[in-house]
């Protein structure tokens, strides 16, 4: 996640917008994001972000798990587990 801060930085003037979408309790997603000073919003889900991400392609249920959506509110690509920063800002930039 530090690292998808540095994107947003990056990907701000190119009005690209990352979210977060956590599944733990809010005063635990506050923390985290207080520690790893998190540069882009982070929704609160609960254990319905676990559904969330299942109705977005993730029939496995596996963590990270990270969404690329387009302009048009379509799913564009999804990535399961460590996110390649390259592989995600080539994806973005071919958009």
Do not use: H
């Not at 996640?1 to 733990?24: C, H, Y």
């Not at 506050?30 to 919003?41: C, G, N």
């Amino acid at each position: 996640m530090p690292e998808l801060s540095g994107l947003q930085a990056e990907l701000t003037p190119k009005d690209v917008q990352l979210l977060g979408i956590g599944i733990d309790s809010p005063s635990n997603i506050a923390e985290f994001a207080t520690k790893y000073k998190i540069a882009y919003p982070l929704y609160v889900a609960g254990m319905s972000g676990t559904e969330l991400s299942r109705q977005l392609g993730n029939a496995a249920g596996g963590l990270p798990f990270t969404v690329l959506i387009g302009r048009d509110g379509q799913v564009k690509k999804t990535y399961l587990g460590r996110l390649k920063l390259a592989e995600l800002r080539g994806d973005i930039a071919s958009m």
